[in-house]
């Protein structure tokens, strides 16, 4: 066991059940309008490949690269895109796929950006919403968690690129954040 793990915040178990509950109701939600899913990178990739699968309607992926500019543990609002869509969002039910929102602002950008493209609707799929940190009223139509404020690791989350395969999501324990 790595001592930089703590205490597991959401277990294997918990993930999974939660992924197929959100992959039902938007399965239900998008009858006759299949989503196309908005991936961000990194973090998103592990859920984002679940959720799809439990997802019951020929859904398509996209995927999208941002830097929030600021120190490395707070993010400051300002966003600077690495990698943009591929496709073109007009007239799509566009889904934002998210790991974890936590001040929001990284979000809160995003959702202005891919507004302006044209797209028939716009909402936003979090596996996790950290309690209480919002600056910005953050509109997420899917919740998979919400997690006392700490730093967590795993499903997709990581400190400088490592614990992102960790099947469940754990409270880091070590010093910095890589
Ligand atoms: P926000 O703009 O909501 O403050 O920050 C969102 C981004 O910060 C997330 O997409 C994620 O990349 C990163 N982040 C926020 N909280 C955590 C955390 O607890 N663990 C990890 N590994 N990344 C986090």
């Known amino acids: 066991m790595d001592s930089n793990i703590g205490r597991i915040v959401v277990g ?3 993930l999974q059940a939660m992924v197929k509950t959100l992959g039902r109701r938007i399965t239900d939600d998008y009858q006759g309008r299949p989503p ?11 859920f984002m490949s679940d959720l799809a699968r439990a997802i019951e309607l020929p859904v398509e992926f996209d995927f999208m690269a941002v830097s929030s500019y600021g120190s490395a543990t707070r993010t400051s609002g300002v966003v600077r895109i690495l ?11 566009v889904l934002i796929v998210e790991d974890i929102v ?8 995003l959702r ?9 609707s ?3 799929c979090t596996l ?23 730093f967590v690791v795993g499903y997709g989350l990581d400190v400088g690129e490592r614990y992102r395969n960790l099947p469940y999501i754990a409270e880091y ?4 954040r890589g």
Do not use: C, M, W
């Open 12 to 14: 294997e178990a918990e």
């Open 83 to 93: 990698k943009d869509l591929d496709l073109d969002l007009t007239g799509r039910h």
């Open 173 to 176: 324990a070590g010093s910095g």
């Open 36 to 46: 196309l899913l908005v991936g961000v990178l990194k973090g998103a990739f592990v």
């Open 122 to 124: 716009l909402e936003v």
């Open 102 to 109: 936590d001040s929001g602002l990284t979000l809160a950008y």
């Open 112 to 120: 202005k950006n891919l507004a302006a493209r044209g797209p028939a």
């Open 128 to 150: 996790l919403l950290k309690e209480g940190l919002q600056k910005t009223e953050p509109d997420l139509r899917y919740i998979g968690f919400t997690i006392p404020p700490a």
